[in-house]
């Protein structure tokens, strides 16, 4: 079976932690808080414990760290 099979596909809800994650609930992707693209939690490599949400990449993590105003030397608007 795989990750696209069975009922194991679902959206995991994670507690996203300093440098690591902690799954409360069990599934097979998250959602890009900046995208809406799915996640595979094994590809998951981008998140913000502040906001404690999770990116597909780097360029959906500086986009959500620009809307947010968290940027040094960043004006806020």
Known sequence: MNRFEGSGY???KIRYLDGDYQILAAGSYVVCAMTGAQIPIDELRYW?????EPY????????AEKRAGALPNQSRA
């Open 10 to 12: 679902r959206e995991a």
């Open 56 to 63: 597909v990449d780097c360029t959906a993590s500086l986009e």
């Open 48 to 52: 913000s414990v502040a906001r404690q």
